[in-house]
């Protein structure tokens, strides 16, 4: 049995400027509620199979306070479930980057967050 470790590392967050435009110039969109989901499958080799970017609405959430809360709860979800994604793309040998972007102007509760994510990730891993 291979050991998972369900911790969310450098490599699998999206930093680069030119693969972040290029996400966003050349991806696919969806939207599972209260997410968007923008994702770009690569030919390219990349230490994680997965990269993530999260972002909040600086105009919908004024206080940062908010915004890292839902950083936060966007990004535990992803932890939790994120071999849903990771596992079937190993086999297949390809990479994926994934920007999930929060559409609501309100707060939701992690439940909701975690089913989004749940369903986002489905999504995902058939497109994959």
């Known amino acids: 049995m291979v050991n998972k470790r369900y911790s969310l590392s450098k490599e699998e967050r999206l930093s680069w400027k030119r693969y972040i435009d290029q996400l966003f110039a050349e991806g696919q969109s969806f939207v599972a509620f ?7 499958p ?4 990349m230490q994680a199979p997965v990269s993530i970017l999260i ?5 919908k959430f004024k206080r940062a306070v908010k915004r890292n809360l839902i950083k936060r709860q966007v990004r535990e979800a992803y932890r939790v479930r994120k071999y849903d994604l990771i596992d079937p793309l190993t ?5 994926m980057l994934v920007a999930f972007l929060y ?11 975690e089913k989004a994510m749940t369903k986002a990730l489905n999504i ?4 994959a």
Do not use: A, G
């Not at 209260?34 to 770009?40: A, G, H, N, Q």
């Not at 690569?42 to 080799?45: K, R, Y």
């Not at 559409?103 to 967050?113: N, Q, R, Y």
């Not at 995902?124 to 497109?127: F, M, P, S, T, V």
């Open 34 to 40: 209260p997410l968007r989901v923008v994702y770009l």
């Open 42 to 45: 690569l030919e390219e080799q």
């Open 55 to 59: 972002s909040v609405s600086k105009k």
């Open 91 to 95: 086999e297949k040998d390809k990479r």
């Open 103 to 113: 559409l609501d102007k309100e707060i939701h509760p992690f439940s909701d967050i």
């Open 124 to 127: 995902l891993r058939d497109k």
